[in-house]
């Protein structure tokens, strides 16, 4: 039996977020706004912190099972549920709705702002022209369907189910892209192996030169723990493998640039390089006099590696910006507002996508790994270097061109043979274990949203055996 009411009969409190500014140093409790919520779900780690004194701090702290909502702009209806361990507050474009535990579980009432219902409510709410959104009233009229309790919980049960394993592919492919980062930070930028095989040839520290001396010690100190650690047990021994360690030198030579390497100081043999260097810009023109129907690629409709959509498009209609055609291996990054992530490596037979002409299509150079250069482009120091440089730019927007991709420099030995060592036994394996996880998302996100508007409307109906099922301890 089932039973609809308004989610703001459901709600002990119903308030609107602190204004503040977001600082990325922790002067306080973490401040969620509408950019930090994405298809439901946030990445505490990336969330900024804020100022609060303790007075709005008390009003404004999220506690378990609060259900915060965008309420303006295209992110209008977008929601979370707070279920973090982290003290945090929400911001001014966002509603708190805390429902009554006792009404109802939240957790269920949250899953109903995951449908399709929900969506087609908001869409029908919204009002305004120039930034459309919908008020705490307003969505507060959101009828809310509540079957008894205990069938609420094991709906609960079942959906979050989905929910922890599409969560739990996410922080690995975190994981493997952090263990990447790292690995191509220590080779590529700290040149651990090169002090390592500098202090392992007799090397004292002092005899560095003196901008290496700091960074020598360090590394001695790191090797010395690491030795102790597996002395003890408390490590395995994974020395880097003899014949990658002898591609990296034992010595450093000096440029011209103090910018370079560490104070100017690079591995003997190397040599400065940049993205632009490594990968063309194409731009050939897709020909959509020759087809009824293509799939279009927006900036919007890529984001940190997704492709968020496969849907055909008559060609008739479409934006003029809808001219590039792109290829297997292609890289596409976004002109506007880098760090919003707007790129994807395409990785299939792409004869039937057009894309836009405010996404960059990159061509890794011959003999260059396609995957080298998507991987530099992706992390987080360089997205943050060409969006600052974007911001310096005049324009409408934070913009860059492919000339920005010159200022994106690396240190590489003249050789392929490390960075090929590299790109076949690291990237690759991390960008097909990414690839098959975000797969698997995708396919678990379609079965829990066909399977939770049928358990909430009662069309499918749990068995009893679930249902009476005990909860264990």
């Given at each position: 039996m089932s039973n609809s009411i308004k989610l703001s009969e459901l709600c002990s409190d119903i308030s609107y977020g602190y204004t503040a500014s977001a600082d990325s140093e922790e002067v306080g409790p973490k401040f969620l706004r509408i950019t930090d919520i994405q298809g439901g779900v946030v990445n505490w780690e990336d969330v900024p912190f804020c100022k609060i004194d303790s007075k709005n701090l008390e009003k404004n702290l999220l506690r378990k099972g609060d259900i915060v909502v965008a309420r303006t702009g295209n992110s209008t209806g977008e929601n979370y549920i707070f279920d973090s361990e982290y003290d945090a507050v929400f911001a001014s474009y966002l509603i708190r709705f805390r429902v009554n535990p006792e009404l109802a579980n939240p957790y269920f009432v949250w899953l109903q702002m995951r449908t399709q219902t929900w969506c087609s409510f908001v869409s029908g709410s919204k009002s305004g022209s120039a930034q459309a959104g919908a008020n705490a009233k307003v969505l507060g009229l959101f009828e809310v369907e509540l079957p008894e309790r205990h069938i609420q919980d094991k709906i609960v049960d079942i959906v979050f189910d989905y929910f922890n394993k599409i969560e739990l592919n996410r922080q690995t492919n975190q994981t493997l892209e952090q263990i990447a980062q790292a690995l191509f930070k220590s080779w590529f930028v700290d040149f651990d192996p090169v002090f390592d095989n500098a202090l392992s040839s007799g090397l004292a520290v002092n005899d560095f030169p003196e901008a290496l001396q700091k960074k020598a010690l360090s590394r001695q100190q790191q090797r010395q723990q690491?030795?102790?650690?597996?002395?003890?047990?408390?490590?395995?021994?994974?020395?880097?493998?003899?014949?990658?360690?002898?591609?990296?030198?034992?010595?450093?030579?000096?440029?011209?640039?103090?910018?370079?390497?560490?104070?100017g100081w690079i591995p003997k043999g190397w040599q400065t390089n940049t993205l632009h260097n490594m990968v063309d810009t194409i731009s050939d023109t897709y020909k959509l006099k020759e087809v009824d129907e293509v799939i279009f690629l927006n900036t919007g409709d890529i984001e940190n590696g997704k492709f968020l959509h496969n849907d055909f498009s008559p060609t008739e209609g479409l934006p003029g910006q809808a001219k590039k055609s792109i290829s297997k291996g292609d890289i596409l990054y976004s002109e506007i507002r880098p760090k919003n992530k707007r790129f994807a490596f395409v990785n299939f037979d792409a004869k039937e996508y057009v894309v836009s002409t405010k996404l960059m299509v990159l061509r890794a150079k011959e003999g260059i790994s396609s995957l080298l250069p998507y991987f530099i482009l992706t992390q987080d120091k360089v997205v943050n270097e060409l969006q600052h440089v974007a911001e310096h730019r005049s324009g409408t927007f934070p913009q860059i061109t492919f000339k920005e991709l010159q200022k994106i420099q690396m240190v590489f030995p003249e050789s392929s043979e490390l960075q090929d060592y590299f790109v076949e036994q690291h990237l690759k394996q991390i960008f097909n274990k990414r690839l098959a996880s975000i797969e698997q998302s995708e396919q678990l996100e379609k079965l829990r949203d066909t399977l939770l508007p049928k358990l909430i409307s009662g069309e499918l109906q749990l068995p009893a055996e679930i249902i009476n099922a005990e909860v264990p301890a």
């Open positions: 690491v030795q102790q650690s597996i002395a003890t047990g408390e490590l395995e021994a994974k020395p880097l493998p003899e014949d990658i360690s002898q591609l990296f030198p034992s010595e450093f030579e000096q440029t011209d640039e103090p910018s370079i390497g560490i104070n």
